[in-house]
């Protein structure tokens, strides 16, 4: 008998209901009862977008909506920006690489946020740049971004802004519209509450007309198509019609919590699992740029980070994530996105405290849990 | 109160198995857990594939699949040879074209099956022919090809055959190996009992050598990636977690039925179902080359056929498809696909019987449901 616990940035937990609507029988999608639902899920989307444009839904992963981004926005010797700083912007490069984009690169230091008037410098050194990539959470090393702030820049050239959103849509404040940005991408297995498979990608009025002149070849992902389907609320392509089902049941939830009181929650599971590792004796990767759905950790000397990671997982069954690429073995993270509530938080970091102890590594016992528990009392 | 039968070309229903295998707490996708899913999963999409060649799934409809064959297999300027004989014939044409494809078409008539002498000419007047675009059965006219036939012609020639095998495979006779087809392309809602939302494609050795010179963009669709991660049991992006897990369990029947007792029931419905149609006075739309996995059937003078589809289906709960595209009204088509079985046929049937008179059509009540029972008790 073991019970699984599950804290990292995706897949992330699923709420009874969004379980509930996936063990339904299914029903075909070319019907009115589909059509309303995929109706009520699009407005939904448009809700936790904070965006009256339209919001397309892709059966793909989230990396699948970001190359929707690319191939329809730009075609091959067009040149954009990227902002890297982990992982995940690093894709945006890949992405704009693989379709022959003359790609300009701001790398930003792993652990920082990038500062916005670097934007500015290149935008204003390059006007010849259709498209900025910029990424909200940096999942890999746990930095939000001031993407209202670069919003702000990019809305003063010719350049449309691109956010992947994945982690952080529905989590932490993104006002697609007032921070205007023009095409932000998310995927379903974070803070909507999700299994993966769901890619979504929200298009303005700015991007639809570079879209209209992009000659990549693109056929799956085609937002022109999708754009014709929609309109009929369709999708040009058979859609994956459970994973919608129960898009439509999380979109109930969000909307009935609201935006504030989602985004209050995810800052104080961030503030208690902050309060807790630092309690702990233990140093945030990203202390100036933390964001609110995933917190990464340096691993302390002697402690080996993947074992931790293993111990916590196979042995106690609390699934928390290691560090990716260059940061394999040297963070541990812990994600608090979605369907996470404070007891969430404490089995996490009472679980970490067991297994650190296990490992030799010198703490007062219950010292996170009780700083844990000090954030959630105020 | 009112219960729903779905006997449409996907989605097909879903076994109880699969419905509950969605229901459970989702797990994280790098975890030995999910690879020894991931592991059993590929395996057994090479037991109903019929091969030896690795079966990549991507997080996406059988169109995205389709995609990836293309884009990984040929570039801008390639020459290609397309066989049309309905909608989805007509996607490889899009996808080809869509890639700069230097595309020859083989038009046939719908309804009818490809002759496979047709492809041997051009193949002998276009020795430039890098791949055949086939498809084994062609949903919207039920339409079954001979892929065997055309592995035979095509494997004497440089091209590769890439067939479309998302209609049919798991249902009806596709030896991928034994019949020389390069590239397989399926989808999950079809004969595999699943949702839609997972696309599926076997690579051949000597697919994978043009794979390496394609000069096509593309990022998640690519299969050099997709290579690299499953020889590590991994998928380059976050899997459609959910949905493998139910794959899993749909495949574990399907190896306790046996292929040839799933083709087997799969001929049987059929049989069943065009006798019953037949008994009806209604005329097979494909009567030469009717495929086993879902039947035409031409809609009778001075009957609505659109209206016929909308009443069994909001007025008895029991949904069947219409016609598409060029047969919109002019067919309804019957799927017997995945887990359908005798009884569901029968009240397809008298559903249809029950409409239809409703309608005003002319026939003795029960002729149909009569036929389709003596086939099943032989």
Redesign the interface.
Known sequence: MKK?Y?L?P??T??PPQV??A????????R??QFQNILKEASDGLKFVFQTSNNVFT???????AM?AA??NLLS?GDRALTIQGGKFGERWT??CQ???VNTEILDVEWGKAVEPKEIQKKLKANPKIKAVFATLCETSTGVTNDIKAIGEIVKESEAVLVVDAISGLGAIPLATDAWYCDVVVS?S?KGLML???LGFISVSPKAFKLIETSR???????LRKAKKALDKTDTP???????IIALNEALKMMRQDGLENIFLRHKKMADATRQAVKALGLELFAPDAASDVVTAVKVPANIDGEKLVKIM??TYGV?I?GGQDELKGKVFRIAHMGFIEEFDIIVCISCLEKVLAQMGYKFKMGSGVAAAEEVFLR
């Open positions: 699984g599950l990292t995706g897949p937990p699923l379980c509930e996936m063990a339904r029988p299914i029903i075909h999608h019907t009115p892709f059966a793909s992963s989230g990396t699948g190359e690319v191939a091959a890949e992405l693989a379709y022959g995927g297995q299994p993966p498979g990549s070849p693109r056929y799956y992902f085609d392509f058979t859609p994956a019609i459970t994973l997982r196979d699934t994530a």
